[in-house]
Nanobody, 125 residues
């Protein structure tokens, strides 16, 4: 499985961005896609996730109400719509996949088997 993250860029505080994660390869069965981010000097943290089959979602408290994750099963993509961006949202954003039947999206990076290359989001104040 290959994951390709895109959509990052420079935006002013209060602005919006939409990240996309395109999956290719063996896309079948039960799995979840998560978005993580890593700021300089900080650990990688969970942002949002979605189960592929039933679309159950999970969000970090810091992004609830501002970020929305969705999937397009026909296009094998997962999107992360980000609004009301803050300087503290600045980070490299990664999408990742983990196989398994989950009712709750895993939130720890070590749970995930496949990772995309990351896309940089910079929010200026």
């Amino acid at each position: 499985v290959q994951l390709q993250a895109s959509g990052g860029g420079l935006v002013q505080a209060g602005g919006s961005l939409r990240l996309s994660c395109a999956a290719s390869g063996f896309i079948a069965g039960d799995f979840a896609i998560g978005w993580f981010r890593q700021a300089p000097g900080k650990e990688r943290e969970f942002v949002a996730g979605i189960t592929w089959n039933d679309g159950s979602t999970s969000y970090a408290d810091s992004v609830k109400g501002r970020f929305t994750i969705s999937r397009d099963r026909a296009k094998n993509t997962v999107s992360l719509q980000m609004i009301s961006l803050k300087p503290e949202d600045t980070a490299v954003y990664y999408c990742a996949a983990v196989w398994g039947m989950y009712t709750v999206v895993p939130t720890t990076p070590s749970s995930y088997n496949f990772w995309g290359q990351g896309t940089l989001v910079t929010v200026s104040s």
